[in-house]
């Protein structure tokens, strides 16, 4: 017996798209009005009703991440509090009902972060905001004083001459513009993976640059960055923006100005990392593979929250709910949860790697790694037959306010080196808006999860994975050739 979907569902959809972001959002207003008109009229089969009415009712994304925030904290890659949080994944996979957990190890570079101090020395002495870009070079421990060399943005510095910038430290600014999908992020994170290479390439000392966040508050974003083969390390740190603000206004009065930086990282060779993994096994197809997930690790900062304890909570508690409501999928359903995303998706590849032999038993993968917003869009890389099942999934969970997005998708960070090997990829596309807020700072901590935007995630994801698993399409088909 099919019954309609109730008020309550379509309440929850009025108050995800309320306020701010729709003001901000041309696409997410559309997205609204649709899924107000579906939820009046859309029907769902008994047993996806029962996923959605658990999963709303429930906490079992949200307590997953209480739990890895609250009982580990930071997770740097390589660090003994990523070990720990492995053991904590082992045993969380285990009480969800999961089989077959184990660990699969593998080797990071490690980085741990030092002292890190910035100062302005003249012509007005103040203190500033700093901290270092994982994976960056070390100043003398008594820091390194010089003049500013400052360029606007990041595209100046890539413009200017050779040479030039001998004894000076180098000052990106450049604001990341706030956007529902992350748009801003690109473009913003090229000064944070580039500034240091094109400042060395021109002789500077060492960098410092505006925070890649789009807050403005006084923590500093850190994130991975890279020296290209033959240029010579040299420190980078990030500033707050409120701090980028201020040295912007000190350099408008014209006058020289001398900064002292202090930042003592080191690089200490080889570390132990490792991906969890666990399987909830198909009752009729269990070698096909629906892989979801989320990133393990975080930076050192703040506890990881929304990046990535959000992710791992979302997709667990998703397969909790399948589990808690008495489903046994056809297909298995694999949780991963990555380490070392962070410093380069280095869990990601070593997956890939491990299971190279059997990438083509993976039918679907998908990550949630983009904070613990609502759900507003489906993407993926499916294509032909296949794809009116995805476009089914859709339709069972439109009234939680979700559409059909067009265009490409990477199914999430680790997801990318399975894609490249043909594996389909899907997304639930998250809002996040206020993302970059927090993103890499000390202040992505726990408070900042909502418990029903959680909530809704999960009632998507466990939708998404319970319909994927019944389908009777091959997502791994080929794309259908147009014409001829
Ligand atoms: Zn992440």
Redesign the pocket.
């Known amino acids: 017996m099919r019954k309609f979907i109730s008020v309550s569902l379509l309440s929850l959809v009025l108050v995800s798209c309320s306020g701010e972001q729709m003001q901000n959002s041309n696409s997410m207003e559309k997205i609204a009005n649709q899924s107000v008109k579906s939820a009046k009229q859309v029907q769902l089969a008994p047993e996806i009703e029962l996923i959605q009415n658990t999963a709303l009712a429930g906490t079992h994304g949200y307590d997953i991440i209480e739990s890895v925030t609250t009982e580990i904290g930071q997770r740097l890659a390589g660090s003994p509090e990523e070990a720990k949080a492995r053991d904590w994944a082992v045993k969380k996979f285990k009480d969800i009902g999961l089989s077959n957990v184990r660990i699969e190890p593998f080797t990071v570079p490690g980085w741990i972060r030092g002292e890190e101090h910035a100062e302005i020395i003249a012509p007005f002495p103040q203190k500033l905001e700093i901290t270092a870009l994982g994976g960056s070079a070390a100043t003398p421990d008594s820091g390194i004083e010089a003049p500013i060399a400052y360029f606007p943005t990041y595209e100046d510095l890539e413009n200017a001459p050779d040479g030039g910038l001998e004894g000076k430290i180098v000052f990106i600014s450049g604001h990341m513009e706030k956007a529902h999908d992350g748009a801003g992020y690109g473009p913003a994170n090229k000064k944070r993976q580039l500034g240091a290479t094109e400042a060395s390439k021109r002789g500077a000392l060492a960098v410092v640059i505006r925070s890649v966040g789009t807050d403005s508050h006084r923590f500093p974003h850190t994130g991975q960055m890279r020296y290209r083969d033959n240029v010579k390390p040299i420190p980078i740190g990030a500033l707050s923006a409120p701090d980028a603000d201020q040295l912007e206004r000190i350099l408008g009065r014209g006058e020289t100005v001398t900064l002292k930086l202090t930042l003592t990282p080191k690089s200490v060779g080889d570390l132990p990392s490792g991906n969890v993994v666990g399987d909830l096994i198909g009752t009729e197809k269990p070698d096909e593979i629906i892989l979801i997930g989320g ?1 393990l690790d975080s930076w050192d900062l703040g506890t990881g929250a929304v ?2 304890g959000a992710g791992v909570g979302i997709t667990a508690g998703a397969i909790k709910v399948l589990v808690d409501s008495g489903l046994k999928p056809k297909r298995t359903i694999r949780l991963v949860a990555f380490g070392a ?2 410093i380069g998706l280095l869990g990601a590849f070593a997956y890939a790697e491990k299971h190279s032999d059997n990438l083509n038993n993976h039918v679907l993968a998908s990550e949630s ?1 983009f904070g613990a917003e609502r759900v507003y869009a489906v993407r993926t890389t499916v294509q032909g037959a296949a794809r009116d099942k995805i476009m089914e999934i859709q339709k069972s969970i439109e009234h939680l306010g979700i559409a059909m997005e067009d265009g490409d998708t990477s199914g999430g ?1 680790d997801i990318i080196p399975l894609r490249a090997k043909g594996v389909p990829a899907i997304r639930l596309q998250q809002d996040g808006t206020d993302y970059f807020d927090l993103h890499h700072t000390h202040d992505d901590t726990f408070d900042k999860i909502d418990q029903d935007a959680v909530a809704q995630n999960v009632a998507a994801w466990a939708t998404m994975i319970w319909m994927a698993s019944e389908a009777d399409v091959d997502f791994r088909q080929e794309p259908e050739i147009i014409g001829e």
């Open positions: 990133h990046d990535d995303e962070e790694d960070p």
